[in-house]
């Protein structure tokens, strides 16, 4: 059983930087494609960022295009989320999700729908 553990949330002032983790036991990233997604409370779970683990393949939600930066480190079989330049209305509940495995190599998706695994989230503040 494929379960993902994130770290790195915490409490931050605007323009702060945080890294966030995910870090997979039971499997691996190998052949799949990772993403973070968001959850603002009251809101729906959003997008952020998807990296393909392959060949490093990236995709980004516009709230994030020039201020996170997703990337994996294969020798130690983790994702990262490197963000910058946080603002109040990234607080929200970080989650990482891996999709199955493919015989191909895909692009990362960006609908919640086309991740298999979740972890179980980390939470992010930014304080004004």
């Known amino acids: 059983q494929v379960q993902l553990v994130e770290s790195g949330g915490g409490l931050v002032q605007a323009g702060d930087s945080l890294r966030l983790s995910c870090a997979a036991s039971g499997g691996t990233f190998s052949r799949t494609y990772v993403g973070w997604f968001r959850q603002a409370a009251g809101k729906e779970r959003e997008f952020v960022a998807g990296i393909t683990w392959s060949d490093g393949t990236t995709q980004y939600a516009d709230s994030a295009k020039g201020r996170f930066t997703i990337s994996r480190d294969i020798a130690k079989n983790v994702v990262y989320l490197q963000m910058n330049v946080l603002k109040p209305e990234d607080t929200a509940d970080y989650y990482c999700?891996?999709?199955?495995?493919?015989?191909?190599?895909?692009?990362?998706?960006?609908?919640?729908?086309?991740?298999?695994?979740w972890g179980q989230g980390t939470q992010v503040t930014v304080s004004s």
């Open positions: 999700a891996r999709s199955q495995a493919f015989f191909y190599t895909p692009a990362p998706g960006t609908a919640s729908g086309e991740y298999k695994y």
